[in-house]
DNA sequence: TTGTACGCGTTATCAA
DNA sequence: TTGATAACGCGTACAA
């Protein structure tokens, strides 16, 4: 690893000129000393110490990449198709944009704000938070952040204006959409399934859920919750459970893809037919979503360009644009395959 | 962001004291000062500067993960959730073992060996690289490097000893015993499927495939090549020529869950049952296996513990451990499910 | 037991 | 147009 004092030596000039013509600062070299070094450059095939790069610009051209989840998953969550696929948006675009990405999985938030201030990351891409997290690495790190799928409190929102920012879906309007249609099939033992009723994205989609059946007129009860115990060993007694509840459904909706095709698996599996006798809806569009049998309906989004978007929003911010809103919401869209239909008259 | 600079100017002390008290080099610091400074560390809730301390001990704690994928690919290649999975191993692993996992997917070589020379990684996971590449790497870096399913040539092998090492599967065995159990079966018209049959993994597995074949006295043809376009454009088109092709046979061996579970949609849409008419087996056993209908059979790895051992290994050798093996195998499994059978009368 | 001083590779300031 | 030189923060050999 040949340094730029070593070049100044050998070609008999400061490292100064040397640093100038890389950083094209040519305005201030000759064009023979710009043309003698770059030819030497390319000869040594020089490339900078990021470290000594970075000590004395206080930079790290890294972008944090943190997601949070839960202890003893029933799988990793990167195994998760539509998490792959958007943290394949933010490699991308960051590293076409001259960053890279430090990917950091985590249940413990307190081990996660250790490691954003020990790497002196420019910025921070936050995935999956609660509200009260995004906020305390904000407030501790004071560097762009940008949120994906986080809802912000109003409070929060109205203390730090754009300083942290979210790329979200309108994940209400999603299941609204999808629990609209469905009643609109003639459904009206419609369940909602989910690992969680009260945070984060699947808190709106329950909102969304909630919205469409009671513009419908129909009441809603506690039982209509499939609640998924999404442990690694809860998971399959929970999912043969659900599935005999299912019996007095004929229709559920659900916050993932995954969940949909394990809850239409499980209800074959005890002789319900889907559609036929049961119409599952996914949410998210995956890949599984798209290989699965019956295909499922579900509620699309693009996870590519969710994280190519949330990138690109980061990287703006660091080089100190404002971004535009604090807030982008994408429209889900409805996307009617094979595992929907009217519902069986009892 | 403290500094030592200002920690000991605030205790009234020099920086070697504070930095010694840091690392543990009590023997040469008092009780009392080692008590002073490091309930003042606390306070101030000290992190060291990286970069600063990078640059001083030329370390990173960096492991770049480097893979190479295909351009325009059908999918970003992290969907595939043996690839996500094997992600997360690595991770995790690394995360515990006090280093960072940085990642970089690229389908351009020149590409990666420049940004392996500029962050200077302490080690490298080379994934799914060809022969020459992963050696090229080398050759340029001279640091740990761990492949994953890299074959490593022999005179490579031979030449630079346990320089490079090699976590894999045994992929011929693998689909050597896929082939022979349907054969055993009763069947005699097997294709094998892949978008590659002379590099890497593929060949070997097309080996194992090849072997059983010859062990069973069958004679082998090109035509029972299922060669798979696997860029987006020509993907949906190739499948369906291919679930065409299917029908002169009673079973195929692919070289990806995906693959398999692609092919078995193609087939049931004209009309061909799995596994009545035609069985399929797949490889890997990632969460579509397991998901998708029929439930595949296939053959078996485990993807996170693949990944948590090949950095295990490398940070073994970024501390000086000579690596046991050049190469360790795995052996690989064959999980009987619901995508194969015998084959139907005809 | 503690402190001084230098090197790591780069960038930036200011003088020549 | 070019060149010294100081900083960035940390670790450490060596001196006190």
């Not at 978007?309 to 809103?325: F, Q, S, V």
Request: charged content about 25%.
């Amino acid at each position: 690893m040949i340094t730029i004092k070593e070049i100044a030596r050998q070609l008999g000039m400061s490292t100064t000129t040397v640093s100038n013509v890389i950083h094209g600062k040519t305005g201030e070299v000759s064009q023979e000393t710009i043309e003698r070094v770059e030819k030497f450059l390319e000869e040594v095939e020089y490339v900078p110490n990021i470290n000594a790069r970075n000590l004395a610009q206080n930079k790290s051209k890294i972008i944090g990449v943190v997601i949070k989840t839960m202890e003893n998953r029933y799988e990793p969550i990167l195994s998760d198709p539509f998490v792959a696929t958007m943290i394949s948006g933010i490699e991308k675009m960051a590293r076409e944009s001259g960053y890279f990405m430090m990917l950091y999985i985590s249940d413990d938030i307190a081990e996660i704000l250790k490691y954003v201030a020990t790497w002196n990351v420019d910025g921070l891409l936050l995935f999956w938070m609660m509200d009260d997290d995004a906020f305390r690495i904000y407030e501790k790190y004071r560097k762009p952040v940008v949120c994906i799928d986080t809802y912000i409190g109003e409070e929060t929102k109205a203390e730090y204006g754009n300083a942290f920012v979210n790329i979200g879906l309108d994940d209400e309007k999603g299941t609204y959409e999808a629990v609209k249609y469905l009643i609109d099939l003639g459904h009206k033992e419609i369940g909602f399934m989910s690992d969680n009723f009260n945070k984060g994205v699947d808190k709106h989609r329950f909102r969304g859920y909630r919205r469409a059946l009671s513009e419908a007129g129909i009441e809603y009860s506690d039982r209509y919750l499939f609640e998924l115990r999404s442990t690694k060993d809860e998971i399959d007694d929970c999912l043969h459970k659900l599935a005999n509840k299912a019996k007095d459904f004929t229709a559920i909706v659900t916050c993932s893809d995954i969940f949909a095709v394990m809850l239409i698996n499980a209800c074959i599996d005890i002789g319900i037919d889907v559609p036929g006798d049961l119409s599952v809806i996914g949410f998210d569009d995956n890949l599984i979503a798209k290989l699965s049998r019956p295909s499922l309906t579900t509620i699309h989004q693009d996870a590519f360009m969710k994280g190519n978007l949330a990138t690109a929003t980061l990287i703006d911010m660091i080089h100190g644009k404002e971004p535009a809103k604090a807030v982008t919401i994408h429209e889900p869209e409805l996307v009617i395959r094979e595992s929907t239909g009217a519902p069986a008259k009892r």
